[in-house]
Protein backbone atom coordinates (compact mmCIF):
# COMPACT_ATOMS: atom_id res chain seq x y z
CA UNK A 1 0.00 0.00 0.00
CA UNK A 2 1.33 3.15 -0.99
CA UNK A 3 0.53 6.74 0.09
CA UNK A 4 -0.82 9.43 -2.87
CA UNK A 5 -1.02 12.85 -2.25
CA UNK A 6 -3.98 14.56 -3.72
CA UNK A 7 -1.58 16.68 -5.81
CA UNK A 8 -0.45 13.29 -7.96
CA UNK A 9 -4.36 12.01 -7.76
CA UNK A 10 -5.02 15.94 -9.56
CA UNK A 11 -1.84 15.42 -11.98
CA UNK A 12 -2.99 12.02 -12.74
CA UNK A 13 -6.61 12.96 -13.24
CA UNK A 14 -6.08 16.08 -15.41
CA UNK A 15 -3.15 13.61 -17.68
CA UNK A 16 -5.96 11.25 -17.92
CA UNK A 17 -4.14 8.41 -16.53
CA UNK A 18 -6.78 7.75 -13.89
CA UNK A 19 -9.41 6.61 -16.09
CA UNK A 20 -9.34 3.25 -14.99
CA UNK A 21 -8.78 4.04 -11.56
CA UNK A 22 -11.49 3.21 -8.41
CA UNK A 23 -11.48 5.47 -6.44
CA UNK A 24 -13.37 4.37 -2.89
CA UNK A 25 -14.65 6.76 -0.62
CA UNK A 26 -14.79 4.88 3.07
CA UNK A 27 -16.72 7.77 4.73
CA UNK A 28 -20.30 7.37 6.49
CA UNK A 29 -23.15 8.75 4.24
CA UNK A 30 -23.60 11.61 6.14
CA UNK A 31 -20.17 12.79 5.27
CA UNK A 32 -20.66 12.09 1.44
CA UNK A 33 -23.34 14.39 1.94
CA UNK A 34 -21.58 17.24 2.83
CA UNK A 35 -19.05 17.22 0.11
CA UNK A 36 -17.45 14.31 -2.10
CA UNK A 37 -14.70 13.67 -4.58
CA UNK A 38 -16.64 13.53 -8.48
CA UNK A 39 -16.24 9.90 -9.62
CA UNK A 40 -15.60 8.39 -5.85
CA UNK A 41 -17.74 5.24 -5.22
CA UNK A 42 -19.35 5.72 -1.83
CA UNK A 43 -18.51 2.30 0.30
CA UNK A 44 -19.01 3.35 3.94
CA UNK A 45 -16.16 1.29 5.79
CA UNK A 46 -18.35 -0.62 7.96
CA UNK A 47 -20.00 -1.65 4.39
CA UNK A 48 -17.15 -3.26 2.78
CA UNK A 49 -16.93 -6.47 3.80
CA UNK A 50 -20.35 -6.96 2.29
CA UNK A 51 -19.58 -4.69 -0.56
CA UNK A 52 -16.23 -6.23 -1.49
CA UNK A 53 -17.57 -8.14 -4.77
CA UNK A 54 -18.36 -4.75 -6.51
CA UNK A 55 -14.89 -3.89 -6.35
CA UNK A 56 -12.06 -4.80 -8.93
CA UNK A 57 -8.55 -6.11 -7.13
CA UNK A 58 -6.86 -6.03 -10.43
CA UNK A 59 -7.47 -1.95 -11.12
CA UNK A 60 -5.61 0.49 -9.15
CA UNK A 61 -7.65 1.13 -6.26
CA UNK A 62 -7.05 4.59 -4.04
CA UNK A 63 -9.13 4.66 -0.97
CA UNK A 64 -10.32 7.70 0.85
CA UNK A 65 -12.03 9.33 4.22
CA UNK A 66 -11.76 12.67 6.00
CA UNK A 67 -8.41 12.55 6.77
CA UNK A 68 -7.02 9.36 5.61
CA UNK A 69 -7.06 7.20 8.54
CA UNK A 70 -9.68 4.95 8.09
CA UNK A 71 -8.64 4.88 4.43
CA UNK A 72 -5.31 3.79 5.51
CA UNK A 73 -6.49 1.15 7.62
CA UNK A 74 -9.22 0.25 4.44
CA UNK A 75 -6.29 0.08 1.69
CA UNK A 76 -4.41 -2.34 4.43
CA UNK A 77 -7.12 -4.75 4.66
CA UNK A 78 -7.76 -4.48 0.57
CA UNK A 79 -3.97 -5.46 0.28
CA UNK A 80 -5.06 -8.17 2.48
CA UNK A 81 -7.94 -9.85 0.35
CA UNK A 82 -5.85 -9.49 -2.75
CA UNK A 83 -5.86 -6.30 -3.98
CA UNK A 84 -2.89 -5.91 -5.57
CA UNK A 85 -2.15 -1.75 -6.68
CA UNK A 86 -3.61 0.06 -3.46
CA UNK A 87 -3.48 3.53 -2.26
CA UNK A 88 -4.56 5.75 0.57
CA UNK A 89 -5.45 9.46 -0.46
CA UNK A 90 -2.84 11.30 2.38
CA UNK A 91 -4.96 14.14 4.07
CA UNK A 92 -7.99 12.80 2.47
CA UNK A 93 -11.27 14.94 1.18
CA UNK A 94 -10.33 17.21 3.91
CA UNK A 95 -6.67 17.58 1.75
CA UNK A 96 -8.22 18.14 -1.59
CA UNK A 97 -10.88 20.36 -0.34
CA UNK A 98 -7.96 22.57 1.38
CA UNK A 99 -5.48 22.57 -1.76
CA UNK A 100 -7.41 21.66 -4.61
CA UNK A 101 -10.55 22.21 -4.35
CA UNK A 102 -10.71 25.65 -2.42
CA UNK A 103 -14.48 25.91 -2.88
CA UNK A 104 -15.40 22.30 -1.78
CA UNK A 105 -17.59 22.12 1.87
CA UNK A 106 -15.22 21.26 4.99
CA UNK A 107 -16.54 19.76 7.88
Known amino acids: MRELSVQALKAARDAGTATDWQLIDVREPWEHALCALPGAMLVP ?3 LPQRLTELDPARTT ?3 CHHGVRSYQV ?3 LERQGFTDVANLSGGIDAWAREIEPGMAVY
Open 45 to 47: MQA
Open 62 to 64: VVL
Open 75 to 77: ALW
